[in-house]
């Protein structure tokens, strides 16, 4: 038996966007660590709430009504993808149906 390929470990910090380009702060987030892209500038408005621990390493997460506030060494930005058309275009795109859903399927008896 063959043992597994470890994974790399997923990379945090400055970085640009895969769909435009524009420079971005990757971060994990806190609730199931995967990479999200984050716009650097701090911004007051935003949901992220965004620090960095003493290995580098950037972690976001979002204000939610049981965390609402930013707590100690975190700074407010906004995630990427609110500013990003591309990529939300895309996300958009990955909402909507199939389109087997609702082409070529057999129809019923009354719809004939």
């Known amino acids: 038996m ?3 390929i470890p994974r790399p470990a ?6 640009t966007c895969d769909d435009c380009g524009a420079r971005v702060l990757w971060c994990l987030t806190e609730a199931n660590r995967r990479r999200i892209p984050i716009d650097p500038p701090e911004d007051p408005t935003g949901n992220q709430a965004v620090r960095v621990d003493a290995d580098g390493t950037y972690w976001a997460r979002q204000l939610s ?3 609402p ?3 100690l060494r975190e ?3 906004r ?7 591309i990529a939300r275009a895309r996300a958009a795109a990955r909402r909507r149906t199939p389109h087997r859903a609702t082409h070529g399927v057999r129809p019923v ?4």
């Open 10 to 15: 997923p990379t945090t910090g400055y970085g």
């Open 2 to 4: 063959s043992t597994p």
């Open 75 to 77: 700074v407010l930005r």
């Open 109 to 112: 008896r009354w719809q004939r």
């Open 65 to 67: 009504r049981s965390r």
């Open 69 to 71: 506030h930013v707590e």
């Open 79 to 85: 995630p990427h993808i609110a500013s990003c058309r």
